[in-house]
């Protein structure tokens, strides 16, 4: 019984071969993207415990000089105290074409480093060639074959326990491709001390202990951005269940006759509701690997951006690599069947549900979209209210996202009903038989593509919506960095002593030398970076505030108030007339808060004399340099050889700007990909409709034919219908696309990154997007329209036949 | 005892990996080809300048070990070990030495066996040695003194430290011949030359709080280039000091082609006989699981030459020393024909 | 009245309303369901077609409400040859020349009743307000204008298709089994409707159907049988 019974259910889907790879497809898709997303999340954490291992820095403690290196007499000092401490020096360097942070480690004294033990499983000359003069290069693979032809280079090993972007190496050698003898940066405290030690703070009361934060700032900084992704991955994860949740409610309609027979026959209705569940299972499961394999390509392809992100936003380090996870494919399995049964809980329940005998019922769609329109619109509006309700009580960064959950979600189901009303409207606007029946039947045909329709806002919205964030973003960003970065040239000299020597050179040989000194303090438990600066104009013409008390530049630059960037101003809530400690004893009023985009952490700025006061040891090595602009490249050659600098010590406005922009706008590719995605996922979904409700549309088509239209006419007319209702779509993407943009800039980037942003329209990326909404919808109804264009009468006629 | 050096070196240094027959079979040949001295029998030692270290050779050790007690009569054990490798020849200032130090710290009680690493680059003045006067250290590690016949000891670890006065109540004396002291039947050999007279006071610290100790001290000094024969796994190396006055030093160098013993006979008054190969003989009498792995800890000891024949059992049968290159070594009992104490020490089991 | 004998003046020019000639049709793959089939009607006349499941009635109605083309023969539809035309031309034909009326009845569902009735009249260019008045009147329709199909019941429903064919006023009107989903009550009284209004219009009535008893009703009847008329 149970063989014929599946027999049975099984030839609907040999029948309509089409309904089965949407089906599929839609599964697919969900869970690609879904996977893709957090494949990509995986990827990016093991990434940042690799590097926290690989540094040791995620759970050593570390002793470092406030001003700057220490020298390496210093460490042998205190190593014979006994203290167990291995020293690290590490500078970015240029190698070949290459950036590079070069990490100089001891690897006799270094903790056990996950490079160096794979480096020497391959081969045990590793260390001994690492510790004499021809030294060794550890770095990433894509590193290596990077740099593999560069000329004069000691000789790479790859491994992938090196964060991307570093080179590991033994300290002697840093320190000669630094060019930094006898220095070291800090010092790692090792886990295991000798007994009797006599304390830190007595032997080396100058150092400073900290204890190593360096993955969990990685980890907490990252979290808004994977949230972001994740919500995307749930996002495209949604817009595809709507496809999945149309066809199978369509497949179940078709199959009334076969289950009332398969009942009819005795086969109990428990039974048959199992059978169709393995079934959907069974489906799940394939739609599920396949979206697994598609979901792998995805995140591969878009893991290198990602990786550019982290980096350029946080200075995370990720690799570029993509490995597979077992816990990665059982959990997008897991999503592809529980969103399978999600989507088809209602059909199933539906089926259960059916009595008998009773005949097919005549489609009360009036009645029924009225009822179901009332109860829509409702929910839409309640789902809203909900958002607005999370974010006043969560507050933060999740009520944030239940804010936009709502919001989209919410906007999601008034679309059906607000469609409704539209195309009521536009009938009552329309003379003509045709015309009428146009709008008229569009409105009928409502509540089967409404799912698609809302797929098709959803991925309009977060494109409007995101597009705007990021360009908003970007504008404002411009602007901050033509005020904000003012010099002409930017250098950082070895040490203070060349800092001050490199300041008295240039002081007649420029219109301004600007020491840029800071100092690391803590606000309310939370470090800041205190600068000081000098009283100049450069800084009170060009420093971007966002809000200041009426002599602010005089309070400042007397020691008499402190300007705080945004990130601490609301992180701790201070604002001008406030008062913050920086340290005890020093407690300044607030004079002005500015922005400062591209900096996770708090920043406070003050005038000089008062930081050195109240601050020990604060490194003088860099400094901005006014001078005309023409005159920068000759000053540049100048210092490089008077001071034999490195390239990357002398960064000149214009070059740091474009490095500034590059970066940003490397950060929001991924974001713009799976926009696409969606909106594409979305376009997919219409089809997916239309072909589902093809069967359906064509009795009410049949008649219309029959009463004197071509074929011909029906198709375009078909076509016109969709692109009406993308149309009426999009233009309602619009205001929901700019709310999202609006709960973005002012609530999610204030809470992940602790910055407000300016929001600013961009019409003509509206016009392209709306363009883009109606090729998809235009392409979505295409192939059905095309369909019925070349459609037999004779099929057509069948609608009229007798014996139905 | 060059061949221990090597190998621990060796092994610790390129890959902390277990010891094979062919791991350091080659680099006894390279020596040469990289410009390192070899041992010669010609070579007249000199003191105090053969205190201090020998870059042009490869490999050197200070190695002391140490018989104490304790006011209530417990016996404990003490090792103080600091070795030198050289990755290429010469010394250079700063990280571009290739000289590699490491040290060994040991305190062994009849229930527990303490110890600690160091290792550290030569050139930056963290660890090294001088001969006079003299001064040998690691870290906070040092064995010092204004000459070789009083020093100061000390070392601390995690769970113990100690701090040891040594004074030497006889002469150095040469093994070999001449110092010169042959490892192989192949020819292998290093310098070589003890004091296996010191007289020590103190205070050794464990985690049950400090105890005040004495007892005697055998210090050997070893250089050389060239380790052991290409078929050698594996030793057990005896020092061992009998109530009479008397001191055996002796190795069993277990390999392929079967085992060279060796060592040296020291008359209470100091003088030194060299034995012959073979004369010294040692058997295992028991094996026991030491850090899974089964070790001989009971030994039966024999130099017919002498009239010895003794059993010599440890103070702790779990004197392991869980270092990078780990191997046991430990204070020992000497019952039998002779009585007295020692220090043992095998390698290569697997 | 006016439009009512304008209508009856206009199908009067003509003689033969429809005329069909040597018609042969075979659906591809399928044996031949139609073996040349001749028949005429003239204008304003009633003819019922007769015939078994399956003799190829419902296909020669379609084929005369240019529905669908035809492998050889001819037929003249108020004087157009439809073997010449194209899809557009067919179309036209369907619009302006003759009305369905099916056993499903076949209303648009997402048009309102009143909505339904004009449909066809306007799409022709042809909507006569006061005709589609006389004829909602006819059918005791008044009440229902505002009412979607599914709300009315099949008796109801036909009487709208029924409205709708003969709004526009076609010179022909091809009804397949219009009776064939109503009780026999219903049936009557759509059938006394139907032949009123046709007689009333002028206009000629092609009836396919399998009951003899309404066959016994309309001018003249032919039979079908095997795809050839008996």
Known sequence: ??????????????????????????????????????????????????????????????????????????????????????????????????????????????????????????????????????????????????????????????????????????????????????QIDRLLILPQQPMQLTPLDQLAPDLQRRASRAGADTARLTDSFHLNLTAFGLLSFAVGLFIVHGTVGLAFEQRRAMVRTLRALGLPVWLLAALMLAELLALALVGGLLGLGLGYLVAAALLPDVAATLRGLYGAPVAGGLSLRPSWIVGGLAMALIGTLAASAQALWRMLRMPLLAAPGLQAWAQRAAQGDRRMALAGLGLIAAGIAALALIKGLIGGFALIAGLMLGAALLLPPVLAALLGLGRHLTRGPLGEWLWADTRA???????????????????????????????????????????????????????????????????????????????????????????????????PLLDRTPDAWAQVNAGQGVFINEQLARRADLWPGDVVQLAPGWVLPVAGVYSDYGNPTGQAITALPALLTHARAVPNRRFGVRIVPEAVPDLIEALRAKFDLPASALIDQAGLKSRSLAVFDKTFVVTGALNLLTLGVAGFAILTSLLTLWSLRLPQLAPVWALGLTRGRLARLELARSLLLATFTALLALPLGLALAWVLLAVINVQAFGWRLPMYLFPLDWLRLFLLALLAAGLAAALPARRLYRLPPSELLKVFANAR | MLARLVVILALALLAARPAGAQGFAGLGSTAAAEGFATPSPDTRLSFPRDHGPHPDFRIEWWYLTANLTGPDGTDYGVQWTLFRTALALGEAEGWASPQIWMGHAAATTPQHHYFAERLARGGIGQAGVHSDPFEAWIDGWQMAGEDFDSLRLTARGAEFAYDLTLSAEGPLVLQGVNGYSVKSADGQASHYYSQPHYRIEGTLTLPSGPVAVSGQGWLDREWSSQPLAADQTGWDWFSLSFDSGAHLMGFRLRGARGDFTSGTWIAPDGSATPLAPGAFQAAPLELADVAGRQIPIRWRVTLPERGLDVEVSPLNRQSWMGTRFPYWEGPVRVTGSHAGRGYLEMTGYE | MAGLEMGANLVAQEAAMLQIEDVSKTYPGARPVLQGVSLHLDAGETLALTGESGSGKSTLLHLAGALDGFDSGEITLAGTRLSGLDDSGRAALRRGCVALVFQQFNLIPSLTVAQNLSFHARLAGRQDPAWIRDLTDRLGLGELGARYPEQLSGGQQQRVAIGRALAARPALLLADEPTGNLDETASDAVMDLMLELVRVSGTALFLVTHSERIAARLDRRAHLSGGRIA
Not at chain 1, 482 to 502: C, F, K, N, P
């Open chain 1, 1 to 182: 019984m149970i063989g014929a019974a599946l027999q049975a259910l099984a030839s609907h889907w040999r029948r309509h071969p089409l309904q089965l790879g949407t089906l599929l497809a839609g599964l697919a898709l969900a869970t690609a993207l879904w996977s893709a997303v957090q494949a990509i999340n995986a990827e990016a954490r093991a990434s940042y415990a690799r590097a926290a291992s690989q540094i040791g820095g995620a759970t050593l403690d570390v002793l470092e000089a406030p001003g700057g290196p220490m020298s390496r007499a210093r460490y042998v000092a205190l190593r014979r105290a006994g203290w167990q401490l291995s020293p690290v020096l590490e500078g970015r360097t240029r190698l070949g074409e290459e950036q590079v942070t070069l990490l100089g480690l001891d690897p006799l004294t270094h903790p056990p480093l996950p490079a160096f033990e794979a480096a020497m499983q391959a081969d045990q000359a590793t260390l001994a060639q690492m510790l004499t003069q021809g030294g060794l290069l550890l770095a990433s693979p894509e590193l290596v074959s990077a740099l593999k032809d560069v000329p004069g280079l000691p000789p790479l090993r790859a491994s992938d326990s090196v964060p991307p972007g570093m080179v590991i190496t033994d300290i002697g050698l840093a320190e000669r491709l630094l060019a930094r003898p006898d």
């Open chain 1, 445 to 543: 045909q409502l509540p089967g593509i409404g799912l698609a329709l809302m797929a098709l806002l959803l991925a309009l919205a977060a494109n409007i919506g995101v597009g705007t964030m990021v360009s908003s973003f970007r504008l404002t960003f411009t602007g901050w960095l033509d005020q904000r970065l003012v010099s002409e040239l930017y250098l950082t000299a070895r040490d203070d002593a060349q800092g001050a020597e490199i300041a008295r050179w240039l002081a007649p040989r420029s219109d301004a030398v600007l020491p840029i000194r800071a100092a690391e303090f803590t606000v309310q438990g939370n470090p800041v970076t205190v600068y000081g600066v000098v009283d100049h104009p450069t800084y009170r013409d060009n420093w």
